[in-house]
């Protein structure tokens, strides 16, 4: 179908997320605008409080209750998350949480973890979800899968946890999958594996990544695109080549900047300035 | 292993409890009193008949002598004779502890029925109406004095509404005409053994006002403590994570959270058991249930001692025993216990 | 006023004012009771078991004495029953746990072991026991509970004293030489103090509770003294067909503990509150 294929898959324009607080709102989101094609893996960057978890959660329809979503586009394969993100949530929408030994219940075993998200989307008996679990497992790379099924959280290593949240991601049959910080818990060698796990997952299975972090070693490990968000607003976007090697923005050149190894030993890491509660910092405009 | 020291530990501590609680019912029920041998010796006693009793209690002997015979008696179950009755305390106990047991277990039951689901409800609509109305619930339970109402529950059901029986544990036309045969002396249990079901059914008619007495006030301590625990682990990590993934919020609340706030629910086991052993005293009296209750309360009456301290050591031990067996099911549960 | 409810709540300053109501009623007793003789125990056989009516607004008992006047009689020595519990209790508990906490090692696993003890028993089995053993009367039955009760002060006090030992006002005091009775009396009781007196305070709710229940088992004070817990009894032969008799007695148990359990809420989540505040 090439008319689809030339559709983004995601496509938001000004999506605008307010929390009301007893302090007043919180303006988490202000104006992104994002763009995702099928099979891709699109990088959203920024640091803490920048919004880019929040705009995750808006996709997912799991913003904090009373919150006002506000957008031009907020559209999914052609239909509005404004209403359907309920239910898209788990179909075609997956997640793979953040912090994997938090993100496991640590009294259920990784077989009633993935068991529960088969029997929610799978129409599938009993033994067929086992094995299904278990085909799920091998394929994110888990050596002994029967073993991992009996486990329970405690007694997986971090890599093997993270591995088992993408098993669950996978379980749910969704193609787009939302990444949040998948490997900040993870020392260098394990995230680098789950990194390539995650490309070749995206290639065998036909999926689409949207990949939340802060750390730009990751947007230039795994992603085609990346979108750079600032206080709550995008402010660049393009190839991911072209955005670190010819940063146009010159919040993304700090960004950049602050990045250990493009400075010199010695040197003083770059401080990016102004807060996300500031919209129009100096010099971010 | 952690858990293991933990065990024998929690188990070693117990024991010294015992041995302590024994002494403490000594003390009481054989110091305390004026003069146990007067009461022993009958309805106005002879200056001699006092002089015998003094002797067959033993009550000349040095304290410490005396404490060891009554715990080495108690050890090997005699519990000695009532003052009154003149029968083998030890009898009438095997008689009346499982009604009283029967009892504990099912308000036990009820009260985690009850509480448990109220409190998870509460915790799911958290400042809502069902939280209010429920929390409201607990509050009240809390304050109920039992007595009282066992009273109400009495009226209600058995007098205007008539679906429930006033007292007693079974109707009097089965226990004359076709009494269900005695094998573990509870007697659900006793009625399904001997296949039949018309006793079944009235016995556990019989059982469900007093045990829903029993049930109210830990059933008013389990809603707050599961709605508590609830809420600190609705905003847990894997709780979003689970969301995230699409699980219906019932599976949610019930498949996954709820197993988190086991820990709660296992201290009101315990709580619930102890009340109901101790309400028994009360309810009993009340609902003319045969049982260890009725029997004590009789005892207070008579000043029959004797009765009133076993009956005390047996509940106490009970008891310990309860408690013990929740903090070693606790560290099984979670780990971490057993590490503090 | 208004600050009152907005420290409180309006459950928790409805509470608050009950609990005062109630003691005032207590302390008032002799004048607003509609007949005052008939509260302190004479008998008026001629109206017996009236319902309620104008004269006698929540009817009579069975010696035909005013329940009004009975239960308002009944609230002087129910609540200073539940006081009096909780004082002796803390009387006893404040020091053994204070001396635990401070001193630590074994004094403090000798006194906790004991503790222990008394803590295993099911409460109410053993305030019967030591009630039986001393025979009824109102003194008696307050010994009794306090029996029961003066663990969990034990527990409290101790847990102060663990914390405010490593104070270092208190260590500043131990290396100046100051005598260990005078650090405790000096620095250690005022500041446990005050959380215990609150927590004590809320107890008599419940402690009054338990000395119901006591004299419903005919352990509590012998007539023609009232409390209500004796009242509840004394008209169970008469339920429920003279329902008035155990219910008015019983519904007032009911309100007084309820308000105490209000009241503890309302100043519990107030200090969560303060707590989240101050972070």
């Given at each position: 179908m090439p008319l689809s294929d030339t559709t983004p898959l995601l496509e938001i324009r000004g999506l605008s997320v307010t929390i009301p607080t007893p302090e007043g709102d919180v303006h988490a989101v202000r104006a992104v605008d994002l763009e995702i094609g099928r099979g891709d893996i699109h990088g959203l960057i920024g640091e803490s409080g920048s919004g880019k978890t929040m705009t995750g959660m808006a996709m997912l329809g799991?913003?904090?209750?009373?919150s006002r979503i506000g957008a031009g586009r907020f559209h999914f394969d052609g239909q509005d998350l404004r209403q359907q993100a309920g239910r898209l949530r788990g179909r075609r929408i997956g997640m793979i949480s953040q912090d994997p030994a938090a993100a496991l219940n640590p009294v259920l075993s990784i077989r009633r973890q993935i068991d529960d998200v088969l029997r929610t989307h799978r129409d599938l008996p009993r033994a067929a979800r086992r094995a299904e679990a278990l085909a799920l497992l091998a394929a994110t790379g888990l050596p002994d899968p029967e073993k991992v099924l009996r486990s329970?959280?405690?007694?997986?290593s971090g890599g093997m946890q993270q591995r088992v949240v993408i098993a669950q991601a996978l379980a749910t049959g969704a193609d787009f999958l939302i990444a949040d910080e998948p490997t900040t818990a993870l020392d260098v060698s394990v995230a680098m594996q789950v990194l390539a796990l995650l490309r070749r997952l995206v290639a065998e299975r036909n999926l689409t990544v949207l990949m939340i972090t802060h750390d730009m070693d990751v947007i230039a490990e795994a992603c085609d695109r990346v979108t750079v968000l600032y206080a709550g607003r995008s402010v660049e976007t393009g190839p991911v080549e072209e955005v670190l090697n010819r940063p146009a923005h010159r919040y993304t050149r700090a960004l950049l900047g602050a990045l250990p190894d493009a400075v010199p030993r010695g040197a003083r890491l770059a401080v990016v300035e102004g807060s996300f509660d500031d919209p129009d910092p100096e010099g971010a405009a | 292993m952690d858990i293991i020291r933990y065990i024998l530990r929690r188990m070693v501590l117990s024991a010294f409890v015992v041995v302590g609680v024994t002494f403490l019912v000594f003390i009481v029920a054989q110091v305390v009193p004026s003069d146990p041998a007067a009461l022993y010796a009958g309805p106005r006693p002879t200056a001699e008949q006092i002089e015998k009793a003094r002797q067959e209690l033993n009550l000349d002997a040095p304290l410490p002598a005396r404490f060891a015979t009554f715990a080495t008696a108690m050890a090997a179950g005699?519990?000695?004779?009532?003052?009154?009755?003149?029968?083998l305390i030890a009898e009438d106990l095997k008689a009346y502890l499982p009604a009283t047991l029967e009892l504990a277990v099912f308000s036990t039951g009820m009260a985690l029925l009850f509480g448990v689901p109220l409190g998870v409800m509460a915790a799911a609509r958290q400042g809502r109406w069902p939280d209010r109305l429920g929390s409201l619930g607990a509050i009240a339970s809390v304050a109920m004095p039992t007595f009282f109402l066992a009273m109400l529950l009495q009226l209600v059901f058995a007098q205007w509404l008539g679906i429930m029986p006033l007292s007693g544990r079974i109707s009097r036309e089965i226990a004359i005409s076709a009494p269900v045969p005695q094998a573990t002396g509870f007697l659900l249990l006793d009625s399904l053994l001997a296949w039949r079901p018309d006793a079944f059914a009235d016995a556990a008619r019989h059982l469900v006002l007093p045990a829903l007495t029993l049930a109210s006030y830990p059933a008013g301590v389990a809603m707050r403590l599961t709605r508590s625990a609830m809420i600190e682990i609705l905003e847990r990590r894997h709780i979003a994570a689970a969301r995230a993934l699409g699980l219906p919020s019932g599976r949610i609340l019930f498949g996954h959270a709820l197993p988190n706030a086991m820990g709660p629910a296992l201290t009101v086991i315990g709580l619930s058991f102890a009340y109901a052993l101790t309400g028994a005293v009360l309810v009993e009296i009340i609902f003319a249930w045969p049982g260890l209750g009725r029997y004590v309360s009789e005892a207070i009456l008579a000043k029959d001692f004797p009765v009133i301290a076993a009956v005390t050591m047996v509940v106490t031990v009970c008891y310990v025993a309860m408690n013990l067996i929740i903090d070693i099911a606790q560290a099984l549960v979670d780990p971490r216990v057993a590490l503090t | 006023m208004s600050r009152l409810v907005h420290r409180l709540g309006w459950p928790g300053t409805l509470a608050l004012f009950c609990v005062l109501g109630f003691v005032a009623v207590g302390i008032l007793a002799p004048w607003i009771a509609p007949w005052p003789a008939q509260g302190a125990g004479a008998p008026?056989?001629?109206?017996?078991?009236?319902?309620?009516?104008?004269?006698?607004w929540l009817g009579t008992d069975h010696l035909g004495r005013d329940m009004l006047s009975r239960l308002i009689y009944a609230t002087r020595i129910s609540l200073s029953n539940g006081m009096l519990i909780v004082a002796f209790s803390l009387l006893i508990g404040l020091p053994v746990g204070l001396a635990a906490g401070y001193f630590g090692g074994w004094v403090d696993e000798a006194l906790m072991r004991v503790t222990d003890v008394f803590l295993a028993f099911p409460a109410l089995l053993l305030a019967v026991l030591m009630a039986a053993a001393l025979g009824p009367g109102f003194l008696n039955s307050v010994i009794a509970v306090s029996v029961t009760w003066w663990p969990w002060y034990a527990r409290l006090a101790r847990a102060e004293g663990l914390v405010l030992r490593g104070q270092p006002y208190v260590e500043a005091a131990r290396l100046a030489g100051v005598s260990h009775p005078r650090i405790i009396l000096r620095h250690i009781l005022p500041a446990t103090a005050r959380p215990l007196t609150v927590q004590a305070a809320l107890d008599v709710g419940p402690a009054l509770l338990t000395a119901a229940a006591l004299s419903f088992l005919g352990l509590g004070v012998l007539p023609p003294t009232a409390d209500w817990g004796q009242m509840v009894d004394a008209g169970r032969k008469f339920?429920?067909?003279?329902?008035?008799y155990s219910a008015m007695p019983g519904v007032t148990i009911f309100i007084v503990a309820l308000s105490f359990s209000v009241l503890g809420d309302a100043l519990r989540d107030r200090r969560k509150g303060a707590a989240r505040a101050s972070v």
């Amino acid at each position: 179908m090439p008319l689809s294929d030339t559709t983004p898959l995601l496509e938001i324009r000004g999506l605008s997320v307010t929390i009301p607080t007893p302090e007043g709102d919180v303006h988490a989101v202000r104006a992104v605008d994002l763009e995702i094609g099928r099979g891709d893996i699109h990088g959203l960057i920024g640091e803490s409080g920048s919004g880019k978890t929040m705009t995750g959660m808006a996709m997912l329809g799991l913003v904090p209750k009373g919150s006002r979503i506000g957008a031009g586009r907020f559209h999914f394969d052609g239909q509005d998350l404004r209403q359907q993100a309920g239910r898209l949530r788990g179909r075609r929408i997956g997640m793979i949480s953040q912090d994997p030994a938090a993100a496991l219940n640590p009294v259920l075993s990784i077989r009633r973890q993935i068991d529960d998200v088969l029997r929610t989307h799978r129409d599938l008996p009993r033994a067929a979800r086992r094995a299904e679990a278990l085909a799920l497992l091998a394929a994110t790379g888990l050596p002994d899968p029967e073993k991992v099924l009996r486990s329970y959280p405690h007694q997986l290593s971090g890599g093997m946890q993270q591995r088992v949240v993408i098993a669950q991601a996978l379980a749910t049959g969704a193609d787009f999958l939302i990444a949040d910080e998948p490997t900040t818990a993870l020392d260098v060698s394990v995230a680098m594996q789950v990194l390539a796990l995650l490309r070749r997952l995206v290639a065998e299975r036909n999926l689409t990544v949207l990949m939340i972090t802060h750390d730009m070693d990751v947007i230039a490990e795994a992603c085609d695109r990346v979108t750079v968000l600032y206080a709550g607003r995008s402010v660049e976007t393009g190839p991911v080549e072209e955005v670190l090697n010819r940063p146009a923005h010159r919040y993304t050149r700090a960004l950049l900047g602050a990045l250990p190894d493009a400075v010199p030993r010695g040197a003083r890491l770059a401080v990016v300035e102004g807060s996300f509660d500031d919209p129009d910092p100096e010099g971010a405009a | 292993m952690d858990i293991i020291r933990y065990i024998l530990r929690r188990m070693v501590l117990s024991a010294f409890v015992v041995v302590g609680v024994t002494f403490l019912v000594f003390i009481v029920a054989q110091v305390v009193p004026s003069d146990p041998a007067a009461l022993y010796a009958g309805p106005r006693p002879t200056a001699e008949q006092i002089e015998k009793a003094r002797q067959e209690l033993n009550l000349d002997a040095p304290l410490p002598a005396r404490f060891a015979t009554f715990a080495t008696a108690m050890a090997a179950g005699d519990f000695g004779i009532s003052y009154k009755s003149r029968r083998l305390i030890a009898e009438d106990l095997k008689a009346y502890l499982p009604a009283t047991l029967e009892l504990a277990v099912f308000s036990t039951g009820m009260a985690l029925l009850f509480g448990v689901p109220l409190g998870v409800m509460a915790a799911a609509r958290q400042g809502r109406w069902p939280d209010r109305l429920g929390s409201l619930g607990a509050i009240a339970s809390v304050a109920m004095p039992t007595f009282f109402l066992a009273m109400l529950l009495q009226l209600v059901f058995a007098q205007w509404l008539g679906i429930m029986p006033l007292s007693g544990r079974i109707s009097r036309e089965i226990a004359i005409s076709a009494p269900v045969p005695q094998a573990t002396g509870f007697l659900l249990l006793d009625s399904l053994l001997a296949w039949r079901p018309d006793a079944f059914a009235d016995a556990a008619r019989h059982l469900v006002l007093p045990a829903l007495t029993l049930a109210s006030y830990p059933a008013g301590v389990a809603m707050r403590l599961t709605r508590s625990a609830m809420i600190e682990i609705l905003e847990r990590r894997h709780i979003a994570a689970a969301r995230a993934l699409g699980l219906p919020s019932g599976r949610i609340l019930f498949g996954h959270a709820l197993p988190n706030a086991m820990g709660p629910a296992l201290t009101v086991i315990g709580l619930s058991f102890a009340y109901a052993l101790t309400g028994a005293v009360l309810v009993e009296i009340i609902f003319a249930w045969p049982g260890l209750g009725r029997y004590v309360s009789e005892a207070i009456l008579a000043k029959d001692f004797p009765v009133i301290a076993a009956v005390t050591m047996v509940v106490t031990v009970c008891y310990v025993a309860m408690n013990l067996i929740i903090d070693i099911a606790q560290a099984l549960v979670d780990p971490r216990v057993a590490l503090t | 006023m208004s600050r009152l409810v907005h420290r409180l709540g309006w459950p928790g300053t409805l509470a608050l004012f009950c609990v005062l109501g109630f003691v005032a009623v207590g302390i008032l007793a002799p004048w607003i009771a509609p007949w005052p003789a008939q509260g302190a125990g004479a008998p008026n056989v001629a109206a017996k078991l009236t319902p309620p009516s104008a004269d006698y607004w929540l009817g009579t008992d069975h010696l035909g004495r005013d329940m009004l006047s009975r239960l308002i009689y009944a609230t002087r020595i129910s609540l200073s029953n539940g006081m009096l519990i909780v004082a002796f209790s803390l009387l006893i508990g404040l020091p053994v746990g204070l001396a635990a906490g401070y001193f630590g090692g074994w004094v403090d696993e000798a006194l906790m072991r004991v503790t222990d003890v008394f803590l295993a028993f099911p409460a109410l089995l053993l305030a019967v026991l030591m009630a039986a053993a001393l025979g009824p009367g109102f003194l008696n039955s307050v010994i009794a509970v306090s029996v029961t009760w003066w663990p969990w002060y034990a527990r409290l006090a101790r847990a102060e004293g663990l914390v405010l030992r490593g104070q270092p006002y208190v260590e500043a005091a131990r290396l100046a030489g100051v005598s260990h009775p005078r650090i405790i009396l000096r620095h250690i009781l005022p500041a446990t103090a005050r959380p215990l007196t609150v927590q004590a305070a809320l107890d008599v709710g419940p402690a009054l509770l338990t000395a119901a229940a006591l004299s419903f088992l005919g352990l509590g004070v012998l007539p023609p003294t009232a409390d209500w817990g004796q009242m509840v009894d004394a008209g169970r032969k008469f339920f429920p067909d003279r329902w008035w008799y155990s219910a008015m007695p019983g519904v007032t148990i009911f309100i007084v503990a309820l308000s105490f359990s209000v009241l503890g809420d309302a100043l519990r989540d107030r200090r969560k509150g303060a707590a989240r505040a101050s972070v």
